[in-house]
């Protein structure tokens, strides 16, 4: 069970632009960097951000991410069909001393 | 280029043990902890724990706390994860994963391995 809470899917069109919300508590979020991975059935997770908004060398400025209280969120803009993929947000939790991942949200794209 | 290659596949009686390695090219071993991640079938990331390359120590979920080991060869750049009295649920593909932090763990893993899928069944 993830002390970590993501919609289990989001969707729009190429073009648009979705927002996955991460939602947890005090002991992790609202107090650590988040991360976020994109994941292709097959493939190995890909870093898209950490320190919660910075972004790793290749990684297009389409990616954002920022944090609010207990909740973090991954913005995609200019949608495109190889976006198609699970995305899971992760930190460390300060009361379990582990790091833990979100529950994964996938993304359609319509 | 910087790559982590991991062993193959590996099918398991329920009460066994797996080992896992996972070889790190391309940069300083010992400079970035190693972490290890686990993907059940239909189901999210899970993190199993950490360690040290240039130290040795490490840091398990309390979830794998006496059933994991995580070891590393630094004359060879090579992690092992060790998981014991396998049932079917750590049916999974496991993967190790560099910290994106030199000399620090952190939250952020940039680079991973191929992952190795672990089946457990009588």
């Known amino acids: 069970q993830s002390v970590l809470t993501q919609p289990p899917s989001v969707s729009a069109a190429p073009g648009q632009k979705v927002t996955i919300s991460c939602s947890g508590s005090s002991s992790n979020i609202g107090d650590n960097y988040v991360s976020w991975y994109q994941h292709l059935p097959g493939t190995a997770p890909k870093l898209l951000i950490y320190d919660t908004y910075k972004r790793p060398s290749g990684i297009p400025d389409r990616f954002s991410g920022s944090k609010s209280g207990t909740s973090a969120t991954l913005g995609i803009t200019g949608l495109q069909t190889g976006d198609e993929a699970d995305y899971y947000c992760g930190t460390w939790d300060s009361s379990l001393s582990a790091n833990v991942f979100g529950t994964g949200t996938k993304v359609t794209v319509l | 280029q910087v790559q982590l290659v991991q062993s193959g596949a590996e099918v398991k009686k329920p009460g066994a043990s797996v080992r896992v390695s996972c070889k790190a090219s391309g940069y300083t071993f010992t400079s970035y902890y190693m972490h290890w991640v686990r993907q059940a079938p239909g189901q999210g990331l899970e993190w199993t724990g950490v360690?040290?390359?240039?130290?040795?120590?490490?840091s398990y979920a309390q979830k794998f706390q006496g059933r994991v080991t995580m070891t590393r060869d630094t004359s060879t750049s090579t992690v092992y994860m060790e998981l014991t009295s396998l049932r079917s649920e750590d049916t999974a593909v496991y993967y190790c994963a560099r910290d994106q932090e030199v000399s620090l763990p952190t939250e952020a893993f940039d680079i991973w391995g191929q992952g190795t899928m672990v089946t457990v069944s009588s």
């Open positions: 360690i040290n390359p240039s130290a040795g120590t490490t």
